[in-house]
């Protein structure tokens, strides 16, 4: 365990590392398109009055794995492909406004952006978890190929108008797990009286399955774990929740869950902050987000399966899915929860038919696509 974990940390370090030396790459090859002459420092000067200096508040410990990392390295990306004309400083939660608080201070302008979940900000607007992730919903790619590509983003931004905010995809957790819990999962009838920490839209389902849902932020899920307050947690996926040490306090580990099939992470903007940023600008922290949107993910694959493997081996983690009665049950509650926004106003009905349609397009898609794929592959491999 020690060995690997050492390892870990060492890939998270050659990581930040390839970031940095790619930055200098870039920077190298614009010395020399200028004809490798050192930089004006008139021009040096008159650049350095356009400085325009960001706070990105978030909703991640710091350093913490995906969220934290991610929305460290989209500051510090964005800060060095602009040369420094867009500065972003990071804080992590708490440093500057609590967790839950980053959407309120990004739209009261005590910051310009923040890192988040967008589906923790469902108590603003309903039908935000869309473009987050909802029960029973789509995965990382279905989403990003929805928000780029299927008319998402045009939706997000006139949800998030109401509030004065942007945002861009930056970054996505992948399929998470369906949670910890005390004891086996057999029935559905399990599930009365059990109180889970659960956010989004799941929340509902959790209650209508007859447990009670509770939401926290990442720092407050291991305590109430401990102490009793809650008794099963959903956080992110093996990455995640290796690193948080739920193995210590609860035996059973169910996946995947139904509720969060990819998370979005978001770059939420102030719009007027985002407004007043010269069209360059504006590229740089799209392109910068839609990396991330890349990046994140991808590091959250690769590090998922090596954490699974020290959960199971080192932490003797009881690993295991839902019996198939209760996944159906679950998808199908999910389903009717997640119509039921549609009712909520106009605005509503129009991205959850988006969204709907596009999932159900995707859904006979996939019999061909990824799905399919996967599906052959365990069937002739037989080896999982
Ligand atoms: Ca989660």
Known sequence: MRNKTKKLRRRDILLGASVITGATILASCDDKIDGGTPKDPKDSASISKNITQWRMVTCWPRDFPGGGTGSQNLAKRITEASDGRLEIKNFAAGELVPAFEVFDAVREGTAQCGHAAPYYWIAKHKAIPFFCTVPGGMTASEKAAWIIYGGGQELWDEVYAEFGVKSFLAGNTGVQMGGWFQKEINSLEDFQGIKMRMPGLGAEVINRMGGTAVNMPAGEIMPALQSGVIDAAEWVG???????????????????????????????????????????????????????????????????????????????????????????????????????????????????????????????????????FMRDRAMAYADI
């Open 238 to 372: 093996p990455w995640n929740d290796l690193a948080l040490g739920f193995y210590k306090v609860a035996k059973y580990y169910y996946g995947p869950g139904f509720h969060e099939g990819g998370t979005t992470n978001e770059l939420v903007m102030n719009k007027k902050s985002y407004e007043s940023l010269n069209e360059d600008l504006k590229i740089i922290v799209k392109v910068c987000c839609h990396a991330a949107a890349i990046e994140v993910p991808s590091e959250y694959f690769a590090y998922s399966g090596l954490s699974l493997e020290i959960l199971k081996k080192d932490h003797n983690v009881d690993v295991r899915s839902f019996p198939k009665d209760v996944i159906k049950q679950m998808f199908l509650i999910s389903k009717e929860v997640v119509a039921e926004t549609a009712s909520y106003g106009e605005l509503h009905a129009r991205v959850f038919d988006s969204w709907n349609k596009f999932l159900q397009q995707s859904m006979q898609y996939q019999k061909y696509g990824d799905y399919g």
